[in-house]
């Protein structure tokens, strides 16, 4: 089968088509034939050498990527959920090694969820780990409530777009940050107020925020959790948030903490169930599998609305 590999965690390491062997799978496995897979942030930053490079530093060469769609080839003995034939998506082994950019991959019966019938295989893979960390931020860590008022950064990017629509899904009242091009998107899946980062201040306009949802890099750290009211929680997403920064939210009565995603086919089944419905609409941006490189480069810009994704034909 072809895969895509990296030789080292280094930005000038290509990525580079091989051809190896399908692999095996365990009693708790499957083999899913991709159809799609996603590129996410944290690809690009494993391959430069950050992200989860410290955990796969070991299994040289690498296959990136975690997230796929596919069609299930062959089941472990102990399998008894999915069956050949079944049209299945999910995240795989995050945060360990995923091997996800390859055409076949085998992949824990516990991270997967079926495939809604009315769904492509793109979607699908566009609704995973992105999907999931915003799943898991808004309602298992930041507890999110009807009612409650949530602010998500870059709102339009792959995790905050499945962010904005959720947090609407749980009744809460959204408030968004892009730039002015992506308001009026923004302001279409859900969100209640827009805020423009380049032209206006988020601590100007909002003040009593139960939860932010932090999606952005690099940020005022102070600024933002001034927008929380007591007792409110600060959740950063793409890296973790320092001792004195903790300890300065600590200072103001907040929550301040860094979540990494988990692999869950139990949270994989409530996001089928509302991408089937149309409840969550990823915004797709799809490429041949051919076109890794400008996937890569495309998400390392961080000006992509929504998803990036590989479709395998």
Do not use: C
């Not at 999915?82 to 091997?99: A, C, I, L, R, Y």
């Not at 805020?195 to 102070?222: C, G, H, P, W």
């Not at 600060?234 to 907040?254: C, R, S, T």
């Not at 990494?260 to 799809?286: H, R």
Request: proline share 3%; charged share 20%; net charge negative.
């Amino acid at each position: 089968m072809k895969a895509i590999i990296i030789n080292s965690f280094n930005e000038l390491d290509k990525l580079t088509y091989v051809e190896v062997p399908v692999p095996g799978i365990k009693a708790d496995e499957v083999l899913i034939q991709v159809r799609a897979l996603s590129v996410n942030p944290v690809d690009v930053q494993t391959h430069r050498g950050t992200g989860v490079s410290r955990w796969l530093k070991d299994e040289l060469p690498v296959i990136l990527g975690w997230d796929i769609s596919g069609v299930i080839s062959a089941v472990g003995d102990h399998v008894t959920e999915f069956k050949v034939g079944d049209e299945v998506f999910g995240m795989v082994n995050f945060p360990g090694h995923g091997k996800a950019y390859a055409e076949y991959v085998a992949a824990p019966a516990a991270h997967l969820a079926l495939k809604p019938a009315n769904v492509t295989h793109e979607a699908a893979a566009a609704t995973t780990l992105a999907a999931l960390t915003a799943y898991q931020v808004l309602l298992q860590q930041g507890k999110l409530n009807k009612g409650q008022k949530v602010l998500i950064t870059a709102a339009a990017g792959g995790v905050g777009h499945f962010a904005v629509q959720i947090a609407k899904q749980l009744g809460a009242y959204v408030i968004g940050t892009s730039s002015a091009a992506n308001k009026d998107y923004i302001l279409s899946i859900g969100a209640d107020e827009h805020i423009d980062y380049k032209t206006q201040q988020e601590t100007e306009i909002v003040r009593d925020a139960d939860l932010v949802m932090d999606n952005v890099r690099s940020q005022d750290f102070a600024s933002t959790i001034s927008t929380l009211k007591k007792g409110g929680t600060y959740i950063k997403i793409p890296n973790a948030v320092p001792e004195a920064m903790q300890e300065l939210a600590k200072g103001k009565d907040v929550n301040a903490f860094f979540y990494l995603v988990q692999s869950s086919g139990a949270d994989m089944k409530v996001l089928a169930e509302w991408l089937g419905k149309g409840i969550l609409q990823p915004n797709l941006n799809v490429y041949d599998f051919s076109q890794i490189e400008l996937a890569h480069q495309l998400q390392l810009e961080g000006r992509t609305r929504g998803k990036i994704v590989l479709s395998i034909k």
